[in-house]
C-alpha cells in the first residue's frame, strides 16, 4: 500500500541540470526523514541527502554538497532532489525513501523504498 514513485530521470550532458521528484501515497511521511540514495552499475548503493521532519533541517554527501538540493512538500506529499552541474560520477539509478524515525543519522535505516530512477550524465 505504501508506495514512493520516482521520476524526473534522464540522460543530460556534464553540466546540465535535472529535478528528480518522489512522489509517495499510503503513508503520512510529515514527521518522517527522506532521503535519496543512488547506485551506480557495479557500486554499493549510496547515500545523496536527506531531509527532517523539519524541513529546514537537511544533510548531503560531500559528493553532491553545493550542487544538489534535497526539499520536500509535504502537503503534496512529494519529495524532490533538484540536481545541479551534473557530472558523469553522477551516473546511477537514484531512489527515494523514507524512514518512521523523523530524523536522519548517518547509518540510519529506511523503512520504504522507491523502485529508483536512471540519471545518465554524458561528458
Known amino acids: 500500500q505504501v508506495q514512493l514513485v520516482e521520476s524526473g530521470g534522464g540522460s543530460v550532458q556534464a553540466g546540465a541540470s535535472l529535478t528528480l521528484s518522489c512522489a509517495t501515497s499510503?503513508?503520512?511521511?510529515?514527521?518522517?526523514?527522506m532521503a535519496w540514495f543512488r547506485q551506480a552499475s557495479g557500486k554499493e548503493r549510496e547515500f545523496v541527502a536527506a531531509i527532517d521532519w523539519n524541513v529546514q533541517s537537511t544533510h548531503y554527501s560531500e559528493s553532491v554538497r553545493g550542487r544538489f538540493i534535497i526539499a520536500r512538500e509535504n502537503g503534496k506529499k512529494m519529495l524532490y532532489l533538484q540536481m545541479n552541474d551534473l557530472q558523469p560520477e553522477d551516473t546511477a539509478v537514484y531512489f527515494c525513501?523514507?524512514?518512521?524515525?523523523?530524523?536522519?543519522?548517518?547509518?540510519?535505516?529506511?523503512?520504504?523504498w522507491g523502485q529508483g530512477t536512471q540519471v545518465t550524465v554524458s561528458s
Open positions: 525513501a523514507g524512514r518512521r524515525g523523523a530524523l536522519y543519522h548517518s547509518g540510519a535505516t529506511f523503512d520504504y
Open positions: 499510503g503513508r503520512d511521511f510529515s514527521y518522517n526523514a
